[in-house]
């Protein structure tokens, strides 16, 4: 059994997340979010004063990016399990989740392109920041239904209880959460732009609570299935597992 | 991999009571859920507030064209819905299912009764030529009557859900528990109107 | 549709259904400027009703969503987020007047 790899996957999550905060928010300096609404020149400006800074930030948040990707098959392995032969949600997490770290390499790609020579025509450097941005913060479409899958998943696992339920619901919140990511090509300010409370900091959280708990669960779901291959070999068979701890 | 599965089935249904003096509404995930989702909108009103500070006279002349009155008649109907889903859960807990589905019916047509209130304070609007994007005000307003009105249209698939259930012949306790959760789940959706309405409709 | 021997409803649930409707028709009264013209009469009264909608909202909780009979954690969880958030609000709403 190979549960230090699970382990590891697990952990790429989190660390993912914490490469974010510094690529993204500590280096490129987006978080709060530059605003959608400043002028063409205004975002030059940006661009021209922190060249460095944002391309070296964004390159840290593409690499965190793949590491979204090991946490993704650690999910992917443990709802298989719940499913059994025919997993159509376990593999539907799969794809939709595996997009995740194209949904955020291919806006840095934008982004970089912004940042590579911000001298040239300040409207254009304005174009391919609104190429990056737009996406970056507003690319859900597939980790929407992906929450939704693994929640579903989750709960209709009564028997093994290989997740525990709260974070199938855990996961049908995230989804709700999402859902104001839809309005931000409507708002160039106010809570539903994209730097508002309701597409940005709700999202943020929720979001890197997802990679967090995830992480937590898969980590736990892999612990406890080497615990019980550990029993099943053991020549006495009299231990049942034990029941699923009451949260709170 | 276990093969217990099939030795313990009573154990997977969630029991109905499993302590006379407390209970579990539902089940504790969708406290979970519901907490989170509390604690989404409560951040969203306190931004609203937070705004409002910032732009006090355009806030409150847009508030002025705004209708109490339908705010105030689309409280009393979630109340009432509330009311009716309490009886539902009894109805359904006590094993009378016909009286239980009446009530699910009434919670029902409260829910249609909101949204005929809604469209036509949207259309009002609309046709007065207020649109979300026309100020800060506006975008709060559509935004959070937008977001839980999507709540409330996932609670109408609650409400559907819980009246299949009335249909069953033989309820189990993962039945109730999960119409509980369904029940849990109406509640939030009238609870977080009980504030939008002052905040929106009325805080001047 | 409930005759007055059936206990699908009791007749707390009905007091407590009877004290929110009262409760939405003080605070719709009171939000459409009745007596409190002045400015500081404005901020009290709207304080008044955001704390009224927070106590409508504890009543939901313990008699329509039964947390009256829930473990205390839970209830105590849902508690502190009516009690924070209400003074949240009111604090963020006098804090903008």
Known sequence: MNVTMQRLAAWCGPVAMIGFLIGWGALCGFIPMPSSSESALEVQRMYLDRQTLIQVGLVVTMLASALIAPLIAGVFVHLRRIE?????????QLGLGMLLPILFIIPCFLLQVAAFRP???????????????LPFVGGFYATLLQVIVVGIAILRDR????????????NLWVALAMMPDVLIFFFKTGPFSWRGIAPFYIIVVAFCAWFFIMGWAVHRAATRQAEEAARAVAPDREHQPEPEPVLA | MSTTIDERPAATAP????????????????????????????ALFAAFLHDRGGDAELYAASQAKLSQDFGALNTLILLTSSLLVVAGVRGIRAGRLREARLA????????LAFCVVKVFEWGGKFADDITPTTNGFWEYYFGLTGIHLFHLLIGLGVLTFMLR???KAQLTGADVANVETGASFWHMVDLIWIVIFPLLYLAH | MHSSDTKLLTPRILVVWGVLVLATVVSWYLGTDHGFSSKDGQSVATSIV?????VKIRFIGSDFMELRHA????????DAWVVVVCLTLVGFYLGGQ
């Open chain 3, 71 to 78: 473990p205390a954690g839970l209830r105590r969880a849902f």
């Open chain 2, 15 to 42: 029991p109905v009571v499993p302590d006379a003096r407390t209970h579990v509404p539902g089940e504790i995930g969708i406290w979970v859920f519901i907490l989170l989702d509390l604690a989404t909108f409560a």
């Open chain 2, 104 to 111: 699910l019916y009434g919670a029902v047509a409260c829910a």
């Open chain 1, 159 to 170: 028997e093994q209880q290989i997740f525990p339920r709260w974070v199938g619901w855990f």
């Open chain 2, 165 to 167: 259930r009335t249909r």
């Open chain 3, 50 to 54: 955001l704390v009224v909608a927070f």
């Open chain 1, 84 to 92: 059994g032969q025919n997993a159509v949600l376990a593999y539907t």
């Open chain 1, 119 to 133: 001298e040239r025509d300040a409207d254009l450097v304005q174009a391919f920041n609104d190429a990056g941005m």
